[in-house]
Structure formats: structure tokens, C-alpha cells
């Protein structure tokens, strides 16, 4: 008997009566003899309403307590969606992530997965039932409750099917797959029947809001079999058609894989950028510029180092916007004097845009058209990376829309690939 872990969002779940659908779609597989996990999210809007709480009573919450009330959210939602099962005849049982348990480091509200104890849950599947756990939350080694950062949920369900070497992992969301990019911001935006793990990994990683990117990490690392689709459809459509809907994320090239050399544009706006100028140019500087950054828990993207004339250089990098504050301060306050910069400066209106597509390797000008295509428009670029598979840019906020549009026009993402 196969195993199949299914996660749902907080759209998913966002109401009893979704939540009854979820239960129907859930015992559909069950009834075809198939072991099933559930993974479910809080419901929609409940962990943004539990944080706007927690700093009505504190400014800068707590990490541990916050996370003791945010994992509140998940535990109602196992439990709603346990009855719902119950009151369909199907036998189900809900874990808090602590009770299996989910062990985890002890970095409240980012946490990451360390292992898996699946022994409760296979003795509970092996008896028939439907076991349904907390997303986003854990345990660390003193006990305290953990929470894995926002669209958590997505990591606890690939890191289940993972540690269980679950058949496929089915991430149900509001939306019915990958696309080439926001079919919001560009309404002629493709879904992909494939996409490779590398691809979407960057896709995450540059902005892509389907799928969490440790959740796509994780996938890639265990080769765990994943697929998006949509919850909103009917929950009894047939099992073999619903099956193979959305977009499969593939472990490796092969003839079935879109052969687009860019597969997607993905944008994100929660980016910020930190100028710290007219440092000395000599070897470490970085380390000690970053160094403490680090040590802050605050994660560096996009990094470029600008040598002066006069002995000095200017070091730029990006941080996550919610974060801009805290690294200002701990730049201004701590940073500067050591290294003895110039000025300290930042700007919080810009946003990265991201091209990526296996098929770059073994193509060439896909850089240079993304340059000009971006050119033709009067955009102009602040920041530029890349890897192997993708081409980021950073540019004022206002003109992202704009971008988008004109870069998924200029690789012809509209078309069908073949």
C-alpha cells in the first residue's frame, strides 16, 4: 500500500466549509487504498491575526512565546480537519508537530528540520487511519516549541514524505500549478506540466510564492516526488485525473521535460539594499561587514563590491525587507565605527527580478537580451547575479510590473514548448 503526504494551505482551510472539501478529497484516496499523511496549514489569515496580537502586547514579540501562540493556528486546523474526517466514517488522528515528534534546532520562528520520529505515525497508518499533523512547528532539544518561518508548512510536509519515503508528496494551494510567472501581473502566463528541481528551486529562492524553498530543498535532497495543484477543484474528481493536474517537479532532465531555454520569471518585492561605502579595500572587509550580519540571524542575497579609486570600496548587498531595520541599526550602530566606512545607506524601493531556465546552460545572449530587453524600457539596473540556470536583477520598485511583462513577452513564455 502506497503512502501519500497531502498538504494544504491556508486558503485551503480557510473555512469549515473548505475544510470539509479537504476532508472529502483526503477520504477519496483513502478509499483507494492509499496511506495517507495530511499536512495542513493554519487557517487562512489566522497566524497574521495571532502576530498583530502579540504586538499589541509587545512591540518586538518574545521568539520563544510567539512561537507557543503561532503553533496554536496549525492545532486547530488538525483538529477541524480530524472531525470533519471522523464525520465522513473515515478514521483519523491528529499530531501536534511535538507528539511525533518533529525535532528541530533551536532557532525559534526560523527553525530548521533536524530528524523524524516516525514510529507513532506508522503504527497509526498500519491500523487504517488517517494521520493528520501540524505543519510549520516542532520540538528542540529543550522542549520549547518551535516554528520553521512562514510557508513552513510546505518544509514539514516534503520533510514527512522524506522520512517516510512517501510515493509523492501533493502540495494543494489556490492555485493549479507553476507558471511561467504571476498570471496577476501577466494574464498570457503558461502552467508548466513539468518543471525541474533545479528550476524551481531557484524560482523559490528568487521570489516564486508557491512553494517555500526549503520545502523545495528538501524534495530535491531526498527525491521525494512533488507536485502543485489546486484544492479549489472538485473534490471528487476522478483519482487518476486529479493525479496527474498541476505541475510535477521532476528530479532530472529527460525527453518529457519543457525544452524552454527560460522556463519562468519570478520577481520579488520583500527585497531591500544596504550600502555600506567608503570602507578600506584590503582582505577580509567582507567578513567583518557580514560577519556580524550573521551572527544577527539575517540572511544576505544579492552581494556586490565596488573598488574606489582613493583606496577605499563600497560594498552592497541585499536583505529580506522585514529585516532592513534590524540591519541598519546593527550597521550603524555597530559596523561602521569597526570598519571604519564612510556612510551607511540603504533603500527599501527596489525589487529583484529573475529569469531562469535549464536550457541557459547551453545557450548563449540570454543575459544580454534580458539587459536590452530591460534597456528598451528605461529600466535601469542597480545589482545583477547569476547562476548557472538563472540571471537576478535588482531594480526600482515602481517598474517590476513593467519588467515582467516585457521580459516574459521578450522569451516568449506565452507559447506552448515542446
Request: glycine share 8%.
Amino acid at each position: 500500500m502506497s503512502l501519500i503526504v497531502h498538504k494544504y494551505g491556508g486558503t485551503s482551510m480557510g473555512s469549515t466549509e473548505r475544510i470539509k472539501n479537504v476532508a472529502r478529497r483526503v477520504a477519496k484516496w483513502h478509499k483507494a487504498g492509499k496511506q495517507m499523511v495530511v499536512v495542513p496549514s493554519a487557517m487562512s489569515g489566522e497566524t497574521n491575526r495571532l502576530i498583530g496580537l502579540a504586538r499589541e502586547i509587545q512591540a518586538e514579540p518574545d521568539p520563544r512565546e510567539l512561537d507557543m501562540l503561532c503553533c496554536t493556528g496549525e492545532q486547530a486546523s488538525v483538529a477541524l480537519l480530524s472531525m470533519a474526517l471522523k464525520a465522513l466514517g473515515v478514521d483519523a488522528v491528529s499530531y501536534c508537530g511535538w507528539q511525533v515528534p518533529v525535532r528541530t534546532d533551536a532557532s525559534h520562528n526560523k527553525a530548521r528540520i533536524e530528524s523524524i520520529d516516525d514510529t507513532h505515525v506508522r503504527k497509526a497508518l498500519d491500523s487504517g487511519k488517517v494521520v493528520i499533523i501540524t505543519g510549520f512547528q516542532g520540538i528542540n532539544a529543550n522542549g520549547d516549541l518551535t516554528t520553521l518561518g512562514r510557508g513552513g508548512s510546505d518544509t514539514s510536509a516534503v520533510a514527512i514524505a522524506a522520512a517516510m519515503n512517501a510515493a509523492e508528496c501533493l502540495i494543494y494551494t489556490d492555485v493549479d500549478g507553476i507558471y511561467t510567472t504571476d498570471p496577476r501581473v501577466v494574464p498570457e502566463a503558461r502552467r508548466m506540466r513539468v518543471v525541474s528541481f533545479e528550476e524551481m528551486l531557484e524560482m523559490a529562492s528568487m521570489g516564486s510564492k508557491v512553494l517555500q524553498i526549503r520545502s523545495v530543498e528538501f524534495a530535491g535532497k531526498y527525491r521525494v516526488p512533488t507536485r502543485v495543484l489546486s484544492s479549489l477543484t472538485d473534490p471528487d474528481m476522478p483519482l487518476g485525473q486529479e493525479a496527474k493536474s498541476g505541475t510535477l517537479i521532476t528530479f532530472e532532465e529527460d525527453e518529457h521535460m519543457e525544452q524552454a531555454v527560460v522556463s519562468g520569471i519570478a520577481f520579488n518585492r520583500d527585497e531591500a539594499k544596504v550600502m555600506v561605502r567608503g570602507v578600506p579595500d584590503k582582505p577580509g572587509i567582507a567578513y567583518q561587514i557580514l560577519g556580524d550580519v550573521a551572527a544577527a540571524n539575517i540572511d544576505v542575497d544579492m552581494i556586490i563590491q565596488n573598488q574606489g579609486v582613493d583606496g577605499t570600496t563600497d560594498f552592497t548587498f541585499t536583505v529580506h525587507r522585514n529585516e532592513y531595520n534590524k540591519t541598519m541599526e546593527l550597521l550603524s550602530n555597530q559596523v561602521k565605527g569597526a570598519v571604519q566606512a564612510r556612510e551607511v545607506a540603504g533603500d527599501t524601493n527596489v525589487c529583484k527580478i529573475s529569469i531562469v531556465g535549464i536550457g541557459m546552460r547551453s545557450h548563449v545572449g540570454i543575459a544580454s537580451l534580458m539587459f536590452k530587453t530591460l534597456s528598451e524600457e528605461g529600466i535601469n539596473i542597480q545589482m545583477i547575479s547569476t547562476s548557472e540556470i538563472k540571471v537576478s536583477v535588482l531594480i526600482d520598485d515602481k517598474y517590476m510590473e513593467l519588467a515582467v511583462r516585457s521580459l516574459h513577452r521578450a522569451f516568449e513564455l506565452e507559447k506552448e514548448q515542446h
